[in-house]
């Protein structure tokens, strides 16, 4: 009975074992498929069909800025429906991107297709305690998770602030799994002049950004896969 017993534990070892490398380097050619995709822009097209987008809003700065981008160069017709999310205690952001949607894209006439305005828990308030921020950033990754089973959007729009860090990360994670493939662009904030936000510097070394841009010359020689676009305010 013991040396059956053993008979079948060596038969099942091989298996799992097999089973487990298989799925490893599918799990890494997957990954390598998407790093080799990612860094390639959205692709042109005679008809192209509107994008579900995602346009990530911060405090301060950080919205006047997107605002700034989204004014000069969004495609409103291409860029539709607009989903703009801000942090549940950012009430100013989604007022300016109503003030956005009511005096410029709407007056410009077109078809700007439907926008909603969103909130998202933030992971850690200024000044609040590490210890206690465990559960903020918990529930924080469990409300993007939803927004963004939610929305699905095709393309991420964000500047830096770390509201964007966890719905980015998803983003990757959906493309990983083949729920939806969604472009991240990331624009650095023009206060950043040597060097990345820490939003920015984990976007960019993870390579979970398709198209990360810069504002400074210097930034894109210090960061060569960025793309510098110059003053965008």
């Known amino acids: ?27 890494i050619t997957r990954v390598l498929y998407i790093l080799c995709q990612s860094g390639k822009p959205l692709r042109p097209s005679k008809s192209p069909k509107p994008l579900s987008t995602l346009i990530v809003l911060g405090s301060g700065g950080h919205t006047a800025e997107m605002i700034n981008v989204l004014n000069v160069l969004l495609q409103k017709d291409r860029f539709c429906p607009r989903f703009y999310v801000a942090a549940a205690t950012d009430n100013m952001s ?34 609040q305690s590490y210890i206690t921020s465990i559960g903020t950033t918990f529930l924080a990754l469990v409300h993007a998770l939803w ?54 510097l984990l976007l960019y070394k993870l390579r979970i950004a ?17 793309h510098y676009v110059g003053c965008l305010m």
């Open 1 to 27: 009975m013991e040396n059956q017993h053993d008979d079948n534990c060596c038969l099942f070892t091989p298996s799992i074992i097999t089973l487990t490398v298989s799925a490893v380097l599918i799990a």
């Open 94 to 127: 989604l007022q300016k991107a109503h003030l956005l949607e009511e005096n410029v894209f709407n007056l410009n006439g077109g078809k700007g297709g439907s926008t909603q305005f969103l909130q998202i828990y933030r992971s850690r308030e200024v000044g």
């Open 147 to 200: 927004l963004m089973i939610r929305i699905r959007p095709q393309v991420v729009l964000c500047n830096g602030p770390g509201t964007c860090v966890p719905l980015c990360v998803i983003a990757f994670l959906f493309k990983m799994v083949g729920v939806r493939w969604s472009s991240v662009f990331y624009v650095e904030s023009i206060a950043r002049v040597r060097k990345l936000s820490l939003s920015g």
């Open 210 to 226: 398709d198209q990360f841009f810069v504002q400074w010359p210097q930034l894109q020689r210090k960061y060569p896969r960025a």
